[in-house]
């Protein structure tokens, strides 16, 4: 690459200053001066890309900032009931808090209720306590008939009557335990640890989402991709990589196609294509080969054919951009020296096309594991993978902690597989990719 | 292909080889092949053969407001996207390409890595970040949204056009007196236009097409073609969206093959 155009100065300060190099303090002077005028120049160098920076910094980063502030705060219990909080930790939670405490957290709910902030806190409850949501409504519902409001012991009487789970410990070691703006509550349970108990402080029986299989599905249906993608599209590469001119182009158009066509089109397509009274089906049938239509849509093996064809130009393309590095004097070396065609293959052009190999199955295994419209819209209920509950959990259920730990968790999790994976193919495959 | 006779596989290895290339790539087009022409079927059948041909689907398409109105958004939204992108993406590739970028492959890294964050997180976080300032569920928060997507293409693009970009042609214009703006102005960018061109029509092709960002970002009023293809896709399957991905396909090639052209002429 030629130099750009910044760099005619540097040289003309230079030759300017150098004969002024007489004196030790002379040379300092120059020094600075050389560095100040580099530090300029970087700047300057810089500038152009300022706006695109700027845009990035702003709705890029701090965004994924935000994810992971989201996951980590947990501020709905705290602001709800901060006294209560504050006085439930002298509470030992065996027996029930004192009743002064009863009063403290009735008071509280009503001034929440004035607030607004009764809907947010039973939600959150809900997340951790079965019923949890109920429990707090009922409190807050039976607080505004008639009693002795100057009695504790009334104010903790009235709340066991509203719901037998205020005589319980359950809910009150959940208030106890939720003192700050921050805790690791979504992310727990965004990594499958089980989080939810009953009034009683155990916990829970009912069967929620179990994160662990989803991360294990969505690992397992990437590796599956890659690897498929890197068997099919191996001989693809080799073959594109060993002919010449309008072949090789021809080729590469069709490899390339997917690229340009919408990626809801293909998958639009597949759709038509499997569907029960769709094109493979009625071809069957029409042959005589079947005779009850069979479901290829909606499952694993659809979601699965549907992701090769979409990754396999992000697999092959780096592959056919090594393979074209790979002298051909060597296999014809080995080729003259005895091996037969497949031995002098596997021994001498595989190896030196593992690099690309490896950057087209790693970036094809990272691009899938944040895979979300085609199993969305080709996958069973069961092939969902966690791009899919990210966006249930922000659009439908409205819970964003719970949303933003699992992105925390792809993010973190792809990044801790890719980034050393990434920097051992970078060392090992030079500049050729 | 003489050249490569000692290298080269044997027939009994390279027939079987060349068929099974041939069948992955028929099958790489099968389902688009098969499916695209079904909007012209006159039932709503998604079978073949037809019993007759019509253009009933896209009549349908152009006439219904529902339609009409998406595809009236997706070009107000993929063309304010490719403003901005191809603006951002231009200037930040000039600066890339000069050796005395401070910490030149971290800002590289960073302004490609919106093609490998998944695009669902990247559609939460922005959701999170832009309910406090009210951009949820507007047009400049969907332009936003797509700008992060499309600018890495234009990014590549015009990085791969300037490293064969002859800088001294700069210093000959700023030796002429040409001030940095109108060397870039009258020098620079009528050389590198054909790589920003094909930038733009990247940017534009990707937003044109987006549909993950839209569903978090946008309200019913910016409802898009693909968001439209998509609810119906999981609603109810109705030939209008294979009328629809007929016109998308349509439209990005011809964006394709303009650039590609004008790439060609350099």
Redesign the interface.
Known sequence: ??????D?GLVMTQTNTAPQVASPAAHVVVRSTIRRD?NR??VR?????????I??LL??????G??IH?AVSDREIWKALPLTTQALQAWDGDDLPDAAVYMMLGQELEAAGHAGSVRPLGRRMGYELSRGANIILNAQRTLSEDFDRAAPEAWKAQLIKADPAWGQSGVWSIIKHYNGRYSAFYLRWATGFPVKIDADGRLSQETSYDFQSIYLRTILISLVVTGLTIV?GY??A??IA???GRTAAV?LF??L??F??????????????L?T???LN??LAGTGLISEPLSLLYTRMATIVAMI?IQ?PFTVLPMISVMRAIP?NQ??AA??LGAG??L??ATIFLPQAVPGIAAGGLLTF??C?????TPA?VGGPSDQMV?FF??RF??EDLN?GL??AL?TV??FG?GLVALPLARHVARHSSDRI | ?G??V?????TY?RIP??A??GV??L??????A???P?SFNADP????PFRALSLRWFAQLFSSPLWTGAMVNSLVIAMSTTVVAT???T??A?????????FRTA?MA??I??M??????????????FSPLGLNYSYAGVV??H??LA?PFV?ITVTATL?R????L??AA?GLGAGRVT?FRTVMLPIIAPGVAAGAVFAF?SS??E??MV??IAGPQQRTL?KQ??TG??EQ?DPT??AA?AV??IL??CL?AVAYNANKKR
């Not at chain 1, 594991?369 to 419209?373: D, E, P, S, V, W």
């Open positions: 690459m030629t130099l750009p155009y910044g005619v580099n120049r970087a160098a810089a500038l152009p890309a300022a706006p695109l920076m845009f990035l709705f890029l980063v701090i965004p994924i935000s994810i989201t099919i001989p693809l080799y073959v060993n002919s010449s080729l069709f490899i196609l997917p340009w066509t919408s990626l809801l089109v293909r998958t639009m397509s597949w759709i038509v294509f569907q009274n769709g094109v009625n071809a064809q396999l051909v296999v014809k080729r003259s065609p497949l002098a293959h990272v691009l594991l944040g895979f979300y419209l819209l791009s990210i966006a922000t659009n964003w949303a933003s992105s792809l993010i792809a | 292909m050249r490569r000692y290298s080269e596989f044997p290895i080889l060349y099974f290339v992955v790539l099958l790489l087009m099968l389902p688009l098969v499916a695209l079904i059948w998604f079978t073949y603006t951002l993406g200037l930040a000039i600066g890339l390409v000069n050796p005395r970028f401070p800002v960073l302004a890595s919106p490998i964050v998944p695009v669902v997180v990247l559609g939460l976080g922005l959701f999170i970040f936003i949204a700008t992060i600018s990014v490293t970009f002859d800088f001294n700069m210093r700023a060397a092709a044109f097409d549909v993950v569903l978090f693909p293809m998509f896709l999981r399957l969206i294979l991905a998308m396909i990005t090639s394709m």
